[in-house]
């Protein structure tokens, strides 16, 4: 039921500017495999920042952020069918499936080997784009 799982993680960012400006931008991929058969979680993130000094009163910037994940996750939180719990529940004598070909159950339930397959229901695919924009004035300066 439960293998290694792997995690691979990279990330690079570029920094720099000038005495009026500034800016950033970093990517990053994630990737892990999990411990529970088909389970992952893959995530790619982009990142931009940026500040400008126009004049002594008058700046601008924008943030934007991209990020796109994947993951299918098994489900181990139910007490009724999640992967967990059935792991500890079936027998380990128990067939998959019984000599008329139907499967080998306990109280009904699939067992562990089947029930690790149809536990995979949890896929989500997220994408998200938050920006952001500012500007900032001040005040003339006075004068004596």
């Known amino acids: 039921m439960l293998k290694q799982g792997t995690t691979n993680n990279l990330d690079i960012s570029i920094r720099g500017g000038s005495e009026k400006s500034s800016f950033?931008?970093?990517?990053?991929?994630?990737?892990e495999k999990g411990i529970i058969g088909k389970s992952y979680y893959e995530r790619y993130t982009f990142r931009m920042n940026s500040d400008h000094k126009i004049s002594d009163r008058f700046r601008i910037g924008q943030n934007l952020q991209l990020t796109n994940t994947n993951d299918n996750a098994p489900n181990t939180l139910s007490a009724q069918d999640g992967l967990l719990w059935s792991a500890i529940r079936f027998h380990p004598?128990?067939?998959?499936?019984?000599?008329?070909?139907?499967?080998?159950?306990?109280?009904?339930?699939v067992p562990l080997e089947i029930s690790t397959i149809l536990s995979i229901r949890l896929t989500r695919r997220i994408k998200t784009i938050p920006v952001t924009g500012f500007w900032e004035t001040s005040p003339a300066s006075m004068r004596s």
């Open 24 to 31: 950033a931008i970093s990517g990053g991929h994630y990737n």
């Open 93 to 109: 004598g128990l067939p998959v499936r019984n000599p008329d070909g139907t499967y080998g159950t306990t109280d009904g339930l």
